[in-house]
């Protein structure tokens, strides 16, 4: 997992996001998965974010993929009301990125 604490690379996203902090790649390896490491991940993501100043931030899951959209969901992300964007993928083993289409949650930190 890594965070983003620039702008986005998305201009779709640009229009909407450009004053949430934006983590990226969320990914915990498919034999640890359902044991709460994805959640931790998060939360510290977030409690991080707002020790930096940040009261929102957004994120963006494949929409194909359910199991990360219901995480998301029960530690409080709603969609932000738009359509869908266009994302990429992390680099691959050619080093190269794909296109994914993504549903772009977004989160109220603590205030």
């Not at 490491?37 to 993929?65: D, K, M, P």
């Not at 199991?67 to 691959?92: E, H, M, Q, T």
């Not at 549903?103 to 205030?111: D, P, Y």
């Amino acid at each position: 997992m890594y965070l983003r604490l620039e702008r986005t690379e998305e201009s779709e996203r640009l229009r909407h996001l450009t004053a949430l902090a934006f983590p990226t790649h969320f990914e915990v390896r498919p034999g640890y998965r359902n044991r709460g490491i994805g959640t931790r991940l998060i939360t510290a993501a977030e409690h991080h974010l707002h020790g930096l100043g940040h009261h929102r931030v957004a994120l963006a899951v494949e929409v194909n993929n359910t199991d990360a959209a219901r995480l998301y969901k029960r530690l409080g992300y709603v969609d932000w009301g738009n359509n869908a964007v266009v994302c990429y993928s992390p680099l691959d083993d050619r080093r190269e990125r794909h296109p994914e289409i993504c549903n772009v949650l977004v989160k109220q930190l603590w205030t």
